[in-house]
């Protein structure tokens, strides 16, 4: 059984910064590609940022050029620095690894929740106005 735990997670003002982390214990790790991704209530969950082993970073639009991805893979770690946070951003907060290790999460589609599993519980990010 795979354990994955998020972390990082809170209150901020608009504008703010939080660094959230997620620390799994899947010996695959470090050939996958994993990521973040976010669900706010009454809406699905979506792929916030990808990366691929190798460090290739995949960024959704919607936080493009606010949120930074990176991993350690000899920490079997995973982190997303998000900046410049607006209340759009409030959800909770996910990390997850490709099904396949073949998966190519650089490119279209990268993002797609459902070629993800080993999913965490979660960290609540809450931006207010």
């Known amino acids: 059984q795979v354990q994955v735990v998020e972390s990082g997670g809170g209150s901020v003002q608009a504008g703010g910064s939080l660094r959230l982390s997620c620390a799994t214990s899947a010996y695959t790790y470090g050939r996958y590609c994993v990521g973040w991704f976010r669900q706010a209530p009454g809406k699905e969950r979506e792929g916030v940022a990808v990366i691929a082993k190798d460090g290739t970073s995949n960024v959704a639009d919607s936080v493009k050029g606010r949120f930074t991805i990176s991993r350690d893979n000899a920490k079997n770690t995973l982190h997303l620095l998000m900046n410049s946070l607006k209340p759009e951003d409030s959800a909770m907060y996910y990390c997850?690894?490709?099904?396949?290790?073949?998966?190519?999460?650089w490119g279209p589609g990268g993002h797609n929740p459902n070629a993800y599993v080993d999913w965490g519980q979660g960290t609540q990010v809450t931006v207010s106005s």
């Open positions: 997850a690894q490709a099904k396949s290790e073949f998966y190519t999460c």
